[in-house]
């Protein structure tokens, strides 16, 4: 197995992380099955031989290059942050490495929050399913549109090609692989000593939904900024595109074509993210933050909530409003 460790900004816990924990599988594996080979043989892998560093601070040492390594069976890619298109730049050898291996010697591919930028970016995504940091969404789509990304899962697996969500989601995601190659037994085991909660699945009640702003749509911007500002009213996508003086028909699709998302879910997405900003500082009865935020229907607003969040209303107080969840 190699441990990729990219240049530039690379999230160092990622790969200490999963490292150590791929140790406790071994170790465990070997204790309580009397095997004399470790399960996952772990080579810390970089471009050359020099450290990885992170923010000044912190240095990996990688125990083998890209050079060094003709075969090899699973790749984790190790999470980037930063400037992306830098760190695509930095790690271009990487990509090529990597589809090599997956081409040629038919290795599986494992990427570790936005480490999934790396991964894409080899074009062996393309029709695949992938997750990633909520964060690198907006990048993510626009980059890579023929990869069907997944953005509430923190664990995608397509024909031996796998991804995880954002940060430590990672932890989760190293678990999965442990039970996948030795059983749940270690992979509770390690959840246990390690303390990590197991077969967490989505990542959708973490998105903090900003919409996206830097598509150099001026006429858009201002449908958003509007929407944004009059969420609690209701909002006619034929009075906004008719305020703006383009045709229905236009604005529909540069909406889309600049924010990923239609006027309706935009809409939906700004109500929902400031129901759960009321939910997470006020003592306001459900139904006041579901009229607050411009809703009617009980049901609907409900089933709207745990579309975008994973969790109800209630279920979303509880885990994000200290003093309610007091009462």
């Known amino acids: 197995m190699s441990v990729i460790l990219p240049k530039g900004q690379s999230i160092v816990d990622t790969i200490i992380g999963s490292y150590n924990l791929l140790l406790m599988a071994n170790a465990h594996v070997k204790r ?19 450290p990885v560093t992170y923010q000044n601070l912190f240095q990996i040492t990688p125990t083998k290059t890209i050079q060094d390594i003709n075969q090899t069976d699973l790749i984790i890619v190790s999470a980037i942050s930063g400037n992306l298109e830098k760190g ?28 999934a930028i790396l991964l894409a970016e080899t074009g062996l995504l393309n029709g695949k399913s992938c997750a990633t940091h909520w964060t690198a969404h907006d990048f993510f789509t626009k980059r890579y549109p023929q990869v069907n990304l997944l953005p509430e899962r923190i664990i995608s697996e397509d ?21 996948k190659f030795c059983g749940r037994e270690t ?25 996206q702003k830097d598509h150099g749509d001026e006429t858009i911007q201002k449908a958003q900024e509007y929407i944004e500002n009059h969420y609690e009213d209701k909002l006619s996508i034929d009075g906004i595109a008719k305020d703006l003086a383009v045709s229905k028909r236009t604005f529909l699709r540069r909406f889309k ?40 229907d009980e049901k609907a607003f409900r089933n709207m909530f745990r579309k975008y969040t994973g969790l109800s209303p209630i279920e979303y107080r509880g885990k994000y409003n200290r003093e309610m969840a007091r009462v």
């Open 159 to 179: 024909n031996g090609i796998y991804s995880s969500g954002g940060a430590y989601s990672y932890l989760n995601f190293m678990l999965y692989l442990i039970e």
């Open 257 to 296: 074509r600049a924010t990923s998302n239609t006027p309706l879910e935009y809409i939906q997405r700004v109500k929902i993210e400031a129901a759960k900003k009321k939910l997470e500082s006020t003592a306001l009865h459900i139904q006041e933050v579901m009229f607050d935020v411009g809703y009617n």
């Open 88 to 115: 695509l730049t930095l790690n271009s050898d990487f990509i090529s490495w990597m589809r090599k291996q997956r081409i040629e010697h038919d290795a599986e591919l494992a990427s570790l929050c936005k480490g």
């Open 187 to 211: 992979a509770i085991y390690c959840s246990k000593v390690s303390e990590i909660e197991l077969d967490r699945n989505s990542q959708s009640h973490f998105i903090i939904f900003n919409g």
């Open 32 to 50: 309580t099955q009397k095997r004399s080979e470790d399960i996952f043989r772990l080579d810390l892998v970089g471009i050359d031989m020099e």
